[in-house]
């Protein structure tokens, strides 16, 4: 997941995390967890949908930002 990205995202539509974990119907600290895959948290299909909705992303920035893989 690439945290930077999604947040820029927020950034631009005036959003906070607040805001999102309010717009998804989460905890601000489920939101957390999932934004920085703490203990295996991850965003449900249904959740990434909603944030591709929600900041109209195009298919290839919901791949930027949620399946970028760290490779070293």
Known sequence: ??????KSKMALNGDNGGDL???LKISRTTLSAKMNETNGAEFTQNEICKIKEKYSLTSSEVDEIFFDSKVS
């Open 21 to 23: 974990a309010e717009y």
């Open 1 to 6: 997941m690439n945290i930077n990205k999604l």
